[in-house]
């Protein structure tokens, strides 16, 4: 059986100030009027029988989720204590997936994507559960690189495997590189972008976390027992207490010998950033809001209820996020995140965040 996993729980600082702790990022209506959760939740279903399409997020996200994507049933909603990285979110829903069904198959899927292609997209997702199924392994989907990028992980293409879209065995995954590294690596056709689209069988994805992460799997057995008795929350909030959160890109896809990659042929980006959000919106006036500039050059401005003149001005990014107001620099992009971090140590920003 598939079961789509969307993972929801983030904050999505790096859109700091349109996406805040109350409402972030996946909750924004950006595009077409829908929020990017419900653009995704809409994308699986004709993939996904809607009963089989599970979220997982925090407590503070449950109310929100059953608002937003109320197609989604409430008990498909799976709730973290606390967030502990993706490798820990994956593994507590493939736990709860597996306690239901022993030959649960994954399609995980991060909540803040933009994609273009649907038919193209179903392709691409029925191959990834092909070749998972026939090798036992975790199958993600890889982008063609088109301009040096160094907020992306990169896969290094491998032998290919068959299979009606170009697939193959991971050579290596590389995490996200300096901007002279990612220069070389566009013009490497052996590369691909890494899109954080993952699939995989819940029992393969576990026994992947016990080899290179015995702690967290240990944790995540003790869970599995205590799953649909009155001592799960309990269990699942003493062992998220234990265990060392990370990533499934360190955690485990950087160490298997079992990954594999689909070379996707649709339009995809991750909208983790302002410089990604530019390349969709600034030109529409009706999606970025009301700005007026003049003798300026390389700016992106979002304002939604307030009119920003930019005159003489370059390479800015100013964002109105009602009772805050960003201007950046577009090369402080990819650290918008640190800032963020280190505004909310202080405890009278803490309004604002």
Not at 131 to 149: D, H, L, N, Y
Not at 187 to 210: C, H, K, P
Not at 282 to 304: H, P, Q, T, V, W
Request: glycine share 6%.
């Amino acid at each position: 059986m598939l079961y789509a996993l969307i993972l929801a729980g983030g904050k999505g600082i790096r859109l700091y100030p349109l996406s805040r702790e109350k409402t972030p990022k996946q909750f924004l209506n950006i595009f077409n009027n829908k929020s990017f959760l419900k653009n995704t939740v809409e994308r699986v279903i004709p993939i996904i029988d809607k009963e089989n399409i599970y979220i997982v997020t925090n407590e503070n996200y449950r109310e929100k989720i059953s608002k937003e994507v109320p197609e989604v049933l409430v008990n498909n909603v799976f709730i973290e204590p606390e967030n502990k990285e993706t490798a820990t979110c994956i593994g507590l829903s493939a736990v709860k997936l597996l306690k239901k069904d022993n030959d649960a198959v994954l399609i995980i899927l991060p909540s803040d994507h933009y994609i273009e292609g649907q038919k193209e997209f179903k392709d691409t997702i029925m191959q990834c559960v092909d070749i998972a199924e026939k090798k036992r392994g975790i199958v993600t989907i890889g982008i063609k690189p088109v301009r040096p990028e160094t907020g992306y992980g990169y896969i290094k293409m491998g032998d290919r495997i068959p299979g009606a879209i170009p697939s193959y065995k991971v050579n290596r995954f590389l995490e996200k590189p300096n901007i002279e590294v990612a220069k070389d690596l566009i013009l490497n056709e052996d590369y691909l972008w890494n899109s954080g689209i993952f699939v995989t069988r819940a029992d393969v994805y576990l026994r992947e976390m016990e080899k290179y992460l015995p702690q967290m799997y240990k944790n995540m057995m003790s869970i599995y027992t205590d799953i649909d008795t009155e001592k799960e929350w309990d269990t699942v909030v003493t062992n998220y207490k234990l265990i060392e959160g990370i990533s499934i890109d360190f955690g485990i896809l950087q160490k298997t010998r079992k990954a594999y990659v689909v070379k996707c042929d649709f339009l995809w980006d991750d909208i983790g950033s302002f410089t990604a959000l530019s390349r969709y919106i600034n030109e529409n006036r009706n999606d970025s809001g009301d700005y007026y500039l003049e003798d300026s050059e390389d700016c992106f401005i979002y304002s939604k209820d307030k009119l920003i003149i930019g005159f003489g001005i370059k390479d800015l990014i100013i964002i109105n996020g009602g009772d805050v107001i960003l201007i950046m620099d577009k090369n402080k992009d990819q650290e918008l995140k640190h800032l963020v971090n280190k505004i909310s140590t202080d405890e009278s920003m803490k309004d604002y965040l």
